[in-house]
């Protein structure tokens, strides 16, 4: 079976921090890209951050970027999402996706995680 498993999630307050998993099963996890998306109530679904599979090169949303630290353990078949000096706006329900590269089109993406719910209280 391809699963990906995105976990992690909670509630924590502005300016803190949370570490979301992608636990992945069923398909060679080094030979793909993994994406972090995340979708709030009533907006569009927007990609996060993304980690390449041939060298590791990562991608972050200008929103993202030096907040947000995205990395993988081939051997444990999991990545990650670091996320630090969190602020309402993050709010929103988050996936993990898997893909060939790093594309910029959500629906280029093979597989898809259940997602996990980030609030952050103000």
């Known amino acids: 079976d391809v699963q990906l498993q995105a976990s992690g999630g909670g509630l924590v307050q502005t300016g803190g921090s949370l570490r979301l998993s992608c636990a992945a099963s069923?398909?060679?996890?080094?030979?793909?890209?993994i994406g972090w998306f995340r979708q709030a109530p009533g907006k569009e679904r927007e990609e996060v951050s993304c980690?390449?599979?041939?060298?590791?090169?990562?991608y972050y949303t200008a929103s993202a970027k030096g907040r947000f630290t995205i990395s993988r353990d081939d051997a444990k078949s999991t990545a990650y999402l670091q996320m630090n000096s969190l602020k309402p706006e993050d709010t929103a329900v988050y996936y993990c996706?898997?893909?060939?590269?790093?594309?910029?089109?959500?629906?280029?993406?093979?597989?898809w995680g259940q997602g996990t719910q980030v609030t952050v209280s103000s």
């Open positions: 996706a898997a893909a060939g590269a790093c594309y910029h089109h959500d629906y280029l993406y093979t597989s």
């Open positions: 069923g398909f060679a996890f080094d030979d793909y890209a």
């Open positions: 980690i390449a599979s041939s060298d590791a090169k990562t």
